[in-house]
């Protein structure tokens, strides 16, 4: 019998992926209703400003008549009342990237804003329509720390596909971005608690560590063992996110 053969030690790395459906996501978000339909009304004070701009006297011994063109910003407070519904208009749309995922959902707003008041109900000042597109996109990162404990950031964002503002009279813009940004900043909020809840709920560690340990491999021919190759792990091996459609 031959003698036994020892052979050199060679280094190898094992990567591991983690795979997280689209599905998971997108329930955790089908579970807020403003990321459904919501309708809101409200009162409010404003701080508005209106730029001016006029011709005004500046006369010297040489041109008496001389006249020079002056710019200045008026500032008025002012009462507002408005009216906004906010419906979905589509489903999600998933954009890969790396470790990460966009999630992105169309949403369309329509309402009404305007002052308050008998006068601004004479100048007709009181109900001004508006409507708009907005994509609402949920950023979502996966990494885990050094306890194999998953890390899931998550941060939403708005795409105006409309201008953030109305002209309420000439010159005087009333803001309306905040009317639907912000109950739906609050929803994405609970949205990315629950989402992070739904990746970040897994026992990497425990699962790791059924790998993670030294084994032995038997080398076999024809039935018969003729040695073994042994593993040894003795670092960290690479660990990777994929996101996927799998249910």
């Given at each position: 019998?031959?003698?036994?053969?020892?052979?050199p030690?060679?280094?190898?790395?094992?990567?591991?992926?983690?795979?997280?459906?689209?599905?998971?996501?997108?329930?955790?978000?089908?579970?807020?209703?403003?990321?459904?339909?919501?309708?809101?009304?409200?009162?409010?004070?404003?701080?508005?400003?209106?730029?001016?701009?006029?011709?005004?006297?500046?006369?010297?011994?040489?041109h008496?008549?001389?006249?020079?063109?002056?710019?200045?910003?008026?500032?008025?407070?002012?009462?507002?009342?408005?009216?906004?519904?906010?419906?979905?208009?589509?489903?999600?749309?998933?954009?890969?990237?790396?470790?990460?995922?966009?999630?992105?959902?169309?949403?369309?707003?329509?309402?009404?804003?305007?002052?308050?008041?008998?006068?601004?109900?004479?100048?007709?000042?009181?109900?001004?329509?508006?409507?708009?597109?907005?994509?609402?996109?949920?950023?979502?990162?996966?990494?885990?720390?050094?306890?194999?404990?998953?890390?899931?950031?998550?941060?939403?964002?708005?795409?105006?596909?409309?201008?953030?503002?109305?002209?309420?009279?000439?010159?005087?813009?009333?803001?309306?971005?905040?009317?639907p940004n912000?109950?739906?900043?609050?929803?994405?909020?609970?949205?990315?608690?629950?989402?992070?809840?739904?990746?970040?709920?897994?026992?990497?560690?425990?699962?790791?560590?059924?790998?993670?340990?030294?084994?032995?491999?038997?080398?076999?021919?024809?039935?018969?063992?003729?040695?073994?190759?042994?593993?040894?792990?003795?670092?960290?091996?690479?660990l990777?996110?994929?996101?996927?459609?799998?249910?």
């Amino acid at each position: 019998m031959p003698p036994p053969v020892s052979l050199p030690t060679s280094h190898s790395v094992a990567l591991m992926q983690v795979a997280i459906s689209y599905n998971a996501i997108s329930e955790a978000l089908d579970d807020i209703k403003e990321l459904q339909s919501f309708s809101k009304s409200a009162r409010e004070k404003l701080t508005l400003k209106k730029h001016m701009s006029a011709n005004v006297p500046a006369p010297t011994l040489k041109h008496p008549l001389r006249m020079v063109r002056k710019d200045w910003d008026v500032t008025v407070s002012q009462d507002t009342a408005y009216t906004i519904n906010v419906a979905r208009t589509g489903g999600f749309a998933f954009t890969p990237n790396g470790n990460g995922l966009r999630l992105s959902v169309p949403i369309g707003f329509s309402g009404q804003v305007g002052f308050t008041g008998d006068i601004a109900k004479i100048l007709s000042l009181n109900k001004k329509d508006f409507s708009g597109q907005i994509d609402l996109n949920v950023d979502i990162l996966v990494d885990v720390d050094p306890n194999w404990t998953p890390i899931v950031t998550v941060k939403p964002s708005f795409d105006w596909k409309d201008k953030a503002q109305i002209e309420i009279v000439g010159g005087i813009w009333i803001p309306i971005a905040k009317y639907p940004n912000n109950p739906l900043q609050k929803a994405l909020n609970r949205g990315a608690d629950q989402i992070r809840q739904r990746i970040a709920n897994v026992d990497l560690k425990t699962k790791i560590s059924k790998l993670w340990t030294a084994k032995a491999f038997p080398l076999t021919e024809r039935g018969r063992t003729f040695g073994y190759c042994n593993d040894d792990p003795k670092m960290h091996f690479s660990l990777a996110f994929r996101f996927n459609r799998a249910s």
